[in-house]
T-cell receptor, first 115, second 112 residues
Framework: DQQVKQNSPSLSVQEGRISILNCDYTNSMFDYFLWYKKYPAEGPTFLISISSIKDKNEDGRFTVFLNKSAKHLSLHIVPSQPGDSAVYFCAALVGSGGGADGLTFGKGTHLIIQP | SQTIHQWPATLVQPVGSPLSLECTVEGTSNPNLYWYRQAAGRGLQLLFYSVGIGQISSEVPQNLSASRPQDRQFILSSKKLLLSDSGFYLC???????????FGDGTRLSIL
């Protein structure tokens, strides 16, 4: 059972436009969500996170939105740049307090920025 | 600043051979440490995590084991590798629960 789903394996966006990556989850216990970016032959790089007590978090060109009632989050990148071309992973965590639970990842979305 | 190192970057091993992958973290103390695996066509899956020296928790039953002999050292091992152990292995660290995890560059393991 996949608890974190990224239903779009790939997404193509023109340079300068907005990229919107989507993620759905099924486990209502998740209370911390993260987005990672990954280039080939490298480990994932942390981009931005959001706690379940918030519905939006912004960091430069990156904004993450959380809709808890829909169990949905999205990552907006604006404006999109060629260097943003990579695989983006959505991840979630159950913050049980004092624990060190691992992240549950989606399968990723390959973002391609077209010049 | 904190850094995480994993080695080797790639490894080809025969079925039945032993395995030892090492991960070290610099620039932080008492980190939480994690081993993940990404098998072909699948997402990242947590294998082990550790909140301190000698403390290992396993998430899935498997042919692998982990050890944490020092505060910033995390080792993934196997006595006899199986074909199904092939994959991309990633080590990560964090400062605690509900904190971002930061990943190494991974080891691509191929079993022949």
């Amino acid at each position: 059972d996949q608890q974190v789903k990224q239903n779009s394996p790939s997404l193509s966006v023109q340079e300068g436009r907005i990229s919107i990556l989507n993620c759905d989850y099924t486990n209502s216990m998740f209370d911390y969500f993260l987005w990672y970016k990954k280039y080939p032959a490298e480990g994932p790089t942390f981009l931005i996170s959001i706690s379940s007590i918030k519905d939006k978090n912004e960091d430069g060109r990156f904004t993450v939105f959380l809709n808890k009632s829909a169990k949905h989050l999205s990552l907006h990148i604006v404006p999109s740049q060629p260097g943003d071309s990579a695989v983006y992973f959505c991840a979630a965590l159950v913050g049980s307090g004092g624990g060190a639970d691992g992240l549950t990842f989606g399968k990723g979305t390959h973002l391609i920025i077209q010049p | 600043s904190q850094t995480i190192h994993q080695w080797p970057a790639t490894l080809v091993q025969p079925v039945g051979s032993p395995l030892s992958l090492e991960c070290t973290v610099e620039g932080t103390s008492n980190p939480n440490l994690y081993w993940y695996r990404q098998a072909a066509g699948r997402g990242l899956q947590l294998l082990f995590y550790s909140v301190g020296i000698g403390q290992i928790s396993s998430e899935v039953p498997q042919n692998l084991s982990a050890s944490r002999p020092q505060d910033r050292q995390f080792i993934l091992s196997s006595k006899k590798l199986l074909l199904s152990d092939s994959g991309f292995y990633l080590c990560a660290w964090s400062t605690g629960a509900n904190q971002p995890q930061h990943f190494g560059d991974g080891t691509r393991l191929s079993i022949l």
